[in-house]
């Protein structure tokens, strides 16, 4: 069994390190490197960096910033945001990424997820997920920052992310994202028993045990948080110990 990861997530815009609720209401919370520093100092497991408008404005990924991350910081980094071809993975991974996440643009062209897993490694490729409860255990995937619902369930579109070779998900709930009233569950819980590769849990962290919870409830391997580690509410070695006390298998610094 895999130790459990506890990931910080920076939402970048416009060069800034911004963070709303359900998609609104931004805020400028600070510099991206700066806060990544500081989280790698507190033993985050990875960091992720999404340009959080790079697909609407049709832009390409924010190179500069992951540059000069790569050059500070140790652990893992997994960018996304304006990934839209072969070429953007390459050149996304050689400015210091180890991973990269694609998101609308997986949905809107699945063969960049083969090529991507063919020619990079499947532990290259993260599908990140925008999803929404529409009924009872059944969710619809938006894209483009939440802004466009494109009718697709969530339950298919996990199990062909897989078979197409992608190594990892990040599924963040529009529902609860930035809210601070908890991660998903039963929407975790649903994605987790559908594929075998590792699910990342994102949207609604808002304290301590609920990091606990959703690795005791699901079958999440990772927790992604943003609002909490940024407004110092909680720092990831503080959380990190809480769930090695709750017995957790989680990697200490």
Not at 80 to 99: E, F, S
Not at 172 to 185: R, V
Request: glycine residues 10%; hydrophobic residues 40%.
């Amino acid at each position: 069994m895999l130790a459990k990861r506890i990931i910080p997530c920076l939402d970048v815009r416009d060069g800034k390190v911004v963070k709303g609720v359900k998609f609104k209401g931004v805020r400028d919370v600070g510099d991206p490197v700066e806060l990544a520093e500081v989280y790698n100092q507190q033993g985050a497991d990875e960091i992720v960096f999404y340009d959080i408008t790079a697909s609407y404005e049709k832009r390409s990924v924010m190179l500069d910033v992951v540059r000069e991350t790569a050059k500070r910081v140790f652990v893992p980094l997994t960018v996304g945001g304006g990934i839209k071809t072969v070429d953007d993975i390459r050149d996304t991974l050689r400015a210091g990424a180890d991973k990269v996440s694609v998101n609308s643009q997986a949905v809107k062209n699945t063969q960049l997820i083969r090529d991507g897993a063919d020619i990079f490694g499947s532990q290259c490729i993260c599908v990140g997920i925008d999803a929404k409860k529409i009924a009872d255990n059944k969710w619809t995937v938006y894209i483009n920052g939440g802004r466009v619902d494109m009718k697709l369930d969530l339950i298919e579109w996990v199990k062909k992310i897989e078979e197409l070779g992608a190594g990892e998900i990040c599924l963040n709930s529009i529902d609860a994202d930035g809210t601070k009233e908890g991660f998903d569950l039963p929407m975790l819980k649903a994605v987790c028993n559908a594929v075998n590769i590792p699910v990342i849990a994102s949207g609604g962290a808002g304290k301590i045990k609920d990091f606990s919870e959703v690795f005791e409830e699901t079958g999440a391997t990772a927790a992604l948080a943003a609002s909490l580690f940024h407004f110092g509410e909680l720092t990831v070695s503080e959380v990190k110990e809480h769930c090695r006390e709750r017995g957790i298998d989680i990697r200490m610094k």
